[in-house]
């Protein structure tokens, strides 16, 4: 384990290295399945991708739906089929990234494999990661699932439509993650319904414009 994750993490260096000298920030997306990652790409597709290039990698097990879902909006998009497989590394990554013109690129989206352990193992060179908590699968996630929130930047809760009929608990929620990650941010969301994405929005593009400034 430790061999692989050392290879894992040399070609993602290479990968960070590449994306910097592009200008191209990737965000690294990870969620249990069905949590709404394929969501709120749609909203972020249809608030920034007239202003932003924007590509997505789609990472899944099988079946290239995501990407179907993502190809009104006219952006590069590289599915990757992991064929069992339950993460993305930085192999399959630096295989991939020749397919996008990255010149012409901002911003680079991957939506990693539905999971919440491995994931957040395997650097893939990304600028951040994000987690994607939905409501419906209960506020004990973080201390459960502690290494993704200690690595990532910014939490999305999604699905706060839905909080009504659940008994999740957003406060304990919260300062789960904060005893682990005092400096993340945490947005609310429904992707669905629109509620919250706007300030989602607002601070990836703020990440970009960080980012572009060195
Ligand atoms: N009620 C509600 N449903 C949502 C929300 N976001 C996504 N969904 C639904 O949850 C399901 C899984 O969403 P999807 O984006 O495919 O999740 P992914 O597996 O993480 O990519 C779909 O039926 C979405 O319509 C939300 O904010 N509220
Ligand atoms: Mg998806
Ligand atoms: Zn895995």
């Given at each position: 384990?430790?061999?692989?994750?050392?290879?894992?993490?040399?070609?993602?260096?290479?990968?960070?290295?590449?994306?910097?000298?592009?200008?191209?920030?990737?965000?690294?997306?990870?969620?249990?399945?069905?949590?709404?990652?394929?969501?709120?790409?749609?909203?972020?597709?249809?608030?920034?991708?007239?202003?932003?290039?924007?590509?997505?990698?789609?990472?899944?097990?099988?079946?290239?739906?995501?990407?179907?879902?993502?190809?009104?909006?006219?952006?590069?998009?590289?599915c990757?089929?992991?064929?069992?497989?339950?993460?993305?590394?930085?192999?399959?990554?630096?295989?991939?990234?020749?397919h996008?013109?990255?010149d012409?690129?901002?911003?680079?989206?991957?939506?990693?494999v539905?999971?919440?352990?491995?994931?957040?193992?395997?650097?893939?060179?990304e600028?951040?990661?994000?987690?994607?908590?939905?409501?419906a699968?209960?506020?004990?996630?973080?201390a459960?699932?502690?290494?993704?929130?200690?690595?990532?930047?910014?939490?999305?809760?999604?699905?706060?439509?839905?909080?009504?009929y659940?008994?999740?608990?957003?406060?304990?929620?919260?300062?789960?993650?904060?005893?682990?990650?005092?400096?993340?941010?945490?947005?609310?969301?429904?992707a669905?319904?629109?509620?919250?994405?706007?300030?989602?929005?607002?601070?990836?593009?703020?990440?970009?414009?960080s980012?572009?400034?060195?």
């Amino acid at each position: 384990m430790k061999d692989i994750l050392d290879r894992n993490q040399n070609k993602a260096e290479e990968v960070r290295t590449l994306l910097r000298e592009k200008k191209v920030m990737m965000v690294n997306i990870i969620s249990s399945p069905g949590a709404g990652k394929t969501t709120l790409l749609e909203r972020t597709c249809e608030a920034l991708a007239d202003k932003t290039r924007i590509g997505v990698i789609e990472g899944d097990v099988a079946t290239d739906r995501d990407a179907r879902r993502l190809q009104k909006y006219n952006i590069p998009i590289v599915c990757i089929n992991t064929g069992g497989g339950c993460h993305l590394d930085s192999h399959s990554i630096s295989k991939v990234l020749g397919h996008f013109a990255l010149d012409n690129l901002d911003l680079l989206f991957v939506e990693n494999v539905g999971n919440l352990i491995c994931p957040s193992q395997f650097d893939l060179g990304e600028t951040f990661k994000l987690a994607v908590v939905s409501t419906a699968e209960g506020d004990d996630k973080p201390a459960k699932y502690p290494m993704l929130f200690t690595g990532a930047r910014a939490v999305i809760l999604n699905k706060t439509d839905l909080i009504p009929y659940t008994n999740f608990n957003v406060a304990a929620f919260e300062s789960d993650i904060v005893s682990l990650n005092p400096g993340i941010t945490i947005i609310k969301t429904s992707a669905t319904g629109g509620e919250g994405t706007d300030r989602w929005i607002g601070w990836l593009t703020s990440q970009l414009e960080s980012f572009r400034a060195g």
